[in-house]
């Protein structure tokens, strides 16, 4: 993703969204609060937002606030959409997960009845890794280890899970923060995927 | 769920005591808390002093107490010189004294009478203020009511409908000098705005209407602009 910037009277020029409708959605957590990145300009201080990020989140907000709430909305948006329940074939229906991908889970998980928001996006990161052919079963299980032993990677949109191989030796890892990793010369980078993005591809497939 | 009934934290006098859940708690001297309290009632009426968050359903204070810690309500009333170390977080808020806030305020509805200080953001559907306030950070709000009465600083205000009146000037008129009714913000962005004795480097809406003793660095409409005489805009133009 590019980190080119965007000022906030270009934001409201291309999208045609008033100041007050940026204040409020800004009050109800629809945009989050690291987006605003202040600069100092020649009028003093100015607020720029991350260019891709910020016009892709106006749009969605445009197209699903006639059906949603703003609330709802900021549910969906925040990592925390907490009274999420759904069942397996519920997620499966909606292309979550595919069959196969359902079946690997449940023999690391157990059987599951009803699923909530981080046994869903545990699943989703799963597919979404395995579907890509970026790792195989064995790793999709180490992944789903280390989501279990520490759920506060799925808390954080900032983290990063990357995948490494050296010699037919495959392990992963969570960056917290999505710092950047650097390998040794021998080892290879599998996959990467970001809690962020999956979460929110999650978010507007559940939508 | 807890089914039994909770009892009551009540300190006359001077005391020193635990936190923990309550039904109702009050303190009318110069009690002590010692760790986060979570009840019903909450009304303190002396020179209390928590060490911890404050959760409730209604809370009053009335005196100078002195909170270390966040404070969660449906409603909150703040009468008295208050000093809240962190965030306040409460549906209806009231504050009417001379208190500080060191955190964020959050609300739905927001009414300053008298002298608050708030050191980050403030953030309500309808906030409204008769008296003097400070906020250092962000001022946000659906509806912006400011009567002023004082000397009033915001470092930012956003909203969409944002209102600045200053008090009619018939009493007021002798100690005017000695105390300019004035709204101090970097700047000032909204939908509809309207402001009065304001000083803002930068104000941006949609309709901008610019009344008396008001000194503006730059204007930027998209609607209607207005300016009265009695005030200096040094730029302004239509986007």
Excluded at chain 1, 155 to 177: D, T, W, Y
Excluded at chain 2, 105 to 113: G, H, L, Y
Excluded at chain 2, 222 to 235: I, Q, T
């Amino acid at each position: 993703m590019s980190d080119e910037l965007i000022s906030k009277k270009e934001v409201l020029d291309l999208t045609g969204i008033s100041y007050g409708q940026l204040y409020r959605w800004k009050r109800k957590n629809l945009i989050p609060e690291d987006w605003f990145v202040r600069k100092s300009t020649f009028t003093g201080q100015e607020t720029f937002f991350p260019k891709e990020k910020i016009l892709e989140r106006v749009e969605k907000i445009q197209k699903m606030k006639d059906r949603l709430s703003l609330d709802e909305l900021a549910d969906l948006f925040s990592l925390n959409a907490s009274n999420l329940k759904l069942t397996k074939e519920s997620l499966v229906a909606k292309g979550i997960a595919s069959d196969p991908v359902m079946n690997i889970f449940l023999d690391t998980q157990g059987e599951l009845h009803e699923f909530n928001y981080y046994e869903i996006l545990k699943l989703y990161i799963l597919s979404s890794l395995l579907e890509l052919g970026d790792i195989h079963i064995e790793e999709g299980k180490m992944l789903l280890q280390l989501l279990n032993d520490h759920q506060e990677i799925l808390q954080e949109p900032k983290a990063v899970i990357c995948f490494i191989r050296k010699l037919g030796m495959s392990s992963c890892l969570a960056s917290m923060n999505g710092e950047q990793v650097l390998l040794e010369k021998g080892t290879k980078l599998a996959a990467a995927i970001s809690v962020e993005q999956c979460a929110e591809e999650l978010k507007s497939k559940l939508a | 769920m807890e089914m039994k009934t909770l009892g009551n934290l009540i300190i006359n006098g001077v005391g020193s005591v635990n936190g923990g859940t309550f039904n109702k708690v009050e303190i009318n001297g110069k009690g002590t808390v010692n760790s986060d309290i979570e009840c019903e009632r909450f009304n303190c009426n002396g020179t209390g002093t928590i060490h911890g968050n404050i959760k409730t359903e209604k809370g009053k204070i009335s005196g100078a107490a002195q909170i270390h810690g966040a404070v969660k309500a449906e409603s909150l009333n703040i009468n008295g010189s208050a000093s809240i170390s962190e965030a306040v977080h409460s549906q209806k808020l009231e504050v009417a004294g001379n208190s500080s806030i060191g955190g964020s305020v959050k609300s739905d509805e927001m009414a300053v009478n008298g002298k608050a200080k708030i050191a980050g953001d403030c953030e309500a559907e309808v906030f409204r203020a008769e008296g003097a306030f400070k906020i250092d950070g962000l001022l946000n709000a659906e509806t912006i009511d400011i009567k002023l009465f004082g000397e009033s600083k915001a470092k930012e205000i956003g909203g969409r409908k944002i209102k600045v009146a200053q008090h009619r000037e018939s009493l007021f008129k002798l100690i005017k000098s000695l105390f300019p009714l004035k709204l101090e913000a970097e700047l000032i962005e909204g939908d509809d705005i309207e402001l009065e004795g304001t000083s803002a480097l930068v104000v941006r809406g949609k309709n901008v209407k610019i009344g008396k003793n008001c000194e503006i660095g730059l204007v930027e409409y998209s609607g209607e602009y207005e300016c009265s005489p009695d005030s200096e805009v040094k730029e302004f133009r239509l986007i």
